[in-house]
């Protein structure tokens, strides 16, 4: 069965400290998606990363990181020196070929960034 | 600029009364679908289309109508809205299911009394 799991529910950190939200996953497809998705206080979903289950590769996008292992079925984000901005609810989600597109998300963590 | 629409962006309503919440996308986007958003229970799809006509359920359709009669369009309605259907709703588009990004609208916040 497909399962996001992000294990922290809320994160407070002292602004310019790094973070590392997690992101466990589950499925039985060998082609599926991951993304991650910014929810900020106004409530909007923004998006931030796709990565294809082929593509193991690690990226960076300027204070925000990404690592990706399919061996533990993990998708981390790490945002460096972290600003008061960043506060907001962060989700990890999966989308399987095999499937409808519906995007099964995480429980989402709280990231709380005090200055 | 590329974007999905959603009208309106905050609605309370009485328990009954139909309603209709509206999505436009202008990306000429193949897949739309619609998520309803609860504390502790996440975000969940309702209905999803894969293209004009097509149209199938979700995880939770129950209560819930849609429509895709042009590619841009995908409403949301509820023929008698019901105090468990008070929820934050996002529509959200993609160039086709799964393997691209998708882009969500700012959310509809509905209160049913």
């Known amino acids: 069965a497909q399962k996001v799991t992000q294990a922290q529910t809320e994160i407070s950190v002292v602004e310019k400290e790094d973070v590392t939200l997690d992101c466990v996953y589950e499925?039985?497809?060998?082609?599926?998606?991951l993304f991650w998705y910014k929810q900020p206080p106004s409530g909007e979903l923004v998006f931030l990363i796709r990565?294809?289950?082929?593509?193991?590769q690690n990226e960076i996008s300027g204070r925000y990181s990404w690592n990706f292992q399919k061996s533990t079925s993990s998708f981390n984000f790490t945002i460096t020196a972290s600003q008061v901005v960043d506060s907001a609810v962060y989700f990890c989600a999966l989308s399987e070929w095999s499937n409808t597109g519906k995007l099964i998300f995480g429980q989402g963590t709280t990231l709380q960034v005090k200055p | 600029e590329a974007q999905v629409t959603q009208n309106p962006r905050y609605l309370i309503t009485v328990t009954g009364k139909k309603l209709t919440v509206t999505c436009s996308q202008n990306m000429n986007h193949e897949y739309m679908s619609w998520y309803r958003q609860d504390p502790g229970l996440g975000l969940r799809q309702i209905y999803y289309s894969m293209n004009v006509e097509v149209t199938d359920k979700g995880d939770v359709p129950e209560g819930y109508k849609v429509s895709r009669k042009e590619k841009r369009n995908f409403p949301l309605i509820l023929e008698s809205p019901s105090p468990n259907q008070t929820s934050l709703y996002f529509c959200?588009?993609?160039?086709?299911?799964?393997?691209?990004?998708?882009?969500f609208g700012s959310g509809t916040r509905l209160t049913v009394v």
């Open positions: 959200a588009s993609s160039l086709s299911r799964s393997s691209y990004g998708y882009t």
């Open positions: 990565r294809n289950s082929f593509d193991e």
């Open positions: 499925t039985r497809d060998t082609t599926y998606y």
